[in-house]
């Protein structure tokens, strides 16, 4: 009690996180992330006592050096929208460390949306090809802005490239295929769960039925 009423607490836990991050939970029931090393090693043994100088590095520019570390582990795994950035440092530090984190992270050219969602989109394409809805969603879900949305489908998926890219799809759904009519129903079910319009899906499907496109090579 005494020890409460001068503003002082104890680290009553070190809990280990990814790399270097540790995570201390004080007698206040607080948490703080910091990053190991000479400047907080005598804050990382369990009964160190914590004065009012020492809470208030931890909340500030102690959180800003673990916090940033984290964004940058993050970052090393690959690309991340704003969005996602904030949420993951909103777990760990308070807001206006968040912020000065990602104005940071932003000058120095980590963060940059627009650059996420054309090399989202690309990378889709290339490993799983889908159609606007779907690339839309998942941007959005990163909590791309709609306009950076927008342009990225206009600039990556005309209606042209999308027609080619489902296109594409049903011949590999088709090849083998023996009954063209259930083969028909299974890619129209296909097209539409990867994100394709109905028009689109519709166009492909009716080319299938009249033979114009094959499993083969067609057109």
Not at 144 to 173: F, Q, Y
């Amino acid at each position: 009690m005494g020890n409460r009423s001068r503003g002082i607490e104890r680290v009553v836990e070190v809990r280990r996180r990814a790399g270097q991050l540790r995570e201390i939970v004080t007698s206040g029931e607080r948490r703080f992330l910091v990053l190991k090393g000479p400047r907080t090693d005598r804050l990382l043994e369990v009964g160190t006592e914590l004065c009012g100088r020492d809470l208030e590095e931890l909340d500030g520019p102690l959180a800003h050096t673990a916090g940033i570390a984290l964004a940058y582990r993050l970052l090393s795994v690959r690309d991340r929208s704003e969005w996602e950035i904030r949420s993951a440092l909103s777990r760990e530090v308070r807001s206006e460390v968040v912020e000065e984190i990602v104005q940071v992270l932003k000058r120095q050219g980590y963060l940059d949306d627009r650059r996420f969602a054309s090399g989202y989109v690309r990378y889709m394409m290339d490993h799983r090809p889908s159609g606007p809805h779907l690339l839309r969603r998942k941007l959005r879900r990163a909590g791309i802005d709609g306009d950076i949305v927008e342009a990225e489908m206009s600039s990556a998926m005309p209606p042209e490239r999308e027609r080619e890219v489902a296109r594409e799809l049903a011949r590999g759904k088709l090849k083998g295929s023996v009954d063209r009519k259930r083969s028909v129903r299974r890619i129209h079910d296909f097209l539409i769960r990867r994100g394709f319009s109905n028009d689109t899906v519709n166009d492909i499907c009716a080319r299938i039925l009249r033979g114009e496109i094959t499993g083969e090579g067609d057109e």
